[in-house]
């Protein structure tokens, strides 16, 4: 069960992100890394591992995508 909530977290922060690689939308990334962060506290919690790093992969994506923009825009 835990499983499926991190995958949903993860899912939910993913719609977020992928609009927010658009410039001058970066900063929605700031909005999904608590979601993310959750997503992956609460895969780790789980006996299963694919929510969890579902969630570390779009964390991933943020963080590139952050770091690009210098942490904003």
Do not use: D, E, K
């Amino acid at each position: 069960m835990l499983n499926i909530v991190s995958i949903l977290l993860g899912i939910l922060s993913l719609v977020i992100v992928i609009p927010a690689t658009i410039p001058f939308l970066g900063w929605g990334n700031w909005f999904a890394l608590p979601l993310i962060v959750a997503g992956i506290a609460v895969g780790q919690l789980s006996s299963h591992r694919s929510g969890r790093n579902f969630c570390l992969v779009v964390l991933a994506i943020a963080v590139i995508r952050l770091a690009l923009g210098g942490g904003s825009f």
